[in-house]
């Protein structure tokens, strides 16, 4: 208490000054519109900022909540999207298919090798088997191959034994997706015949020619092609959509009628032989 005291004695002139500067600068304020307006909108503008640096920092924190949300919904909505388009089309004459979805996460990533492989946070106990498709929110991932209680390994487009059906948006030509490690953005389409007109910049989705992945599921655009002439098929470069180099959440797409689709596909050959 006395060092308060003797704070006030030594700086007495000092905090008198300020408490006559507030004064003052209260009765200016009042007695003018203008300088009320200004010194109001000063103290607006200050609490705003505040207010929004406040928010700014809350909504930092709550980002990982937010995130899970946004997923969860995106899986709503990517499952009605799905089974709205098979509905449309028939698959097999008669199958009709229906896909399901599971969130995951990345846990590792590779895209520097031969064989690239990501592992993600879902396994047997979450359903997750062999052969389902995955894919992120800007497009195809790859195919899981292994599972565990917890985990599984998903083959990545950028692995040289990947292959999956893909085809020409605007004309709805299919060939296969194949890599051929020289960039980790950019896959290749092959066995698509010279007959079919190409542009820089169409588009390449997933054919549906597969019990896998639904049909359109986005994979790049054409960056360059050329010709093939001995085999007569173009060889199109293709830059992915994903950034490979960047993965955090992945869906993955259960297609529930494909053991029913294998099985029939099975049967149909056999009877042909």
Do not use: C
């Not at 997933?206 to 173009?234: C, H, R, V, Y």
């Amino acid at each position: 208490m006395q060092q308060i005291i003797n704070f006030i004695i030594r700086y007495k002139n000092f905090l008198l000054y300020l408490f006559l500067l507030m004064v003052s600068l209260g009765f200016t304020i009042q007695s003018h519109s203008y300088h009320q307006s200004s010194f109001f909108n000063s103290s607006s503008w200050l609490t705003g900022n505040i207010y929004e640096t406040s928010n700014s920092i809350s909504s930092y924190f709550d980002l990982d909540d937010e995130n899970k949300k946004l997923v969860e919904e995106n899986q709503r909505l990517r499952k009605l999207l799905f089974n709205r388009e098979s509905n449309d089309s028939i698959v097999l004459d008669t199958v009709q298919a229906e896909y399901t979805i599971t969130t995951a996460q990345v846990i590792k990533n590779s895209y520097a090798d031969r064989r690239n492989y990501i592992t993600i946070n879902k396994g047997e106990k979450d359903s997750v088997k062999p052969d389902m498709g995955v894919i992120t929110s800007k497009g195809i991932l790859g195919i899981v191959e292994n599972t565990s209680n917890h985990f599984a390994t998903v083959q990545s487009i950028l692995n040289v034994n990947s292959n999956i059906n893909a085809k020409l948006k605007n004309t709805n030509h299919f060939g296969s997706l194949v890599w051929n490690e020289e960039a980790y953005n950019v896959v290749q389409l092959i066995d698509i015949p010279k007959l079919v007109p190409l542009i820089v910049g169409d588009t390449i989705v997933t054919g549906g020619m597969s019990s896998i992945f639904p049909e359109n599921i986005p994979i790049g655009t054409i960056k360059k092609f050329q010709l093939d002439n001995a085999q007569g098929f173009w060889r199109i470069d293709i830059t992915l959509f994903n950034d490979m180099t960047n993965i955090k959440n992945v869906y993955i797409v259960n297609n529930e009628n494909r053991l029913e689709i294998l099985e029939l596909e099975e049967e149909t050959i056999s009877n042909d032989q």
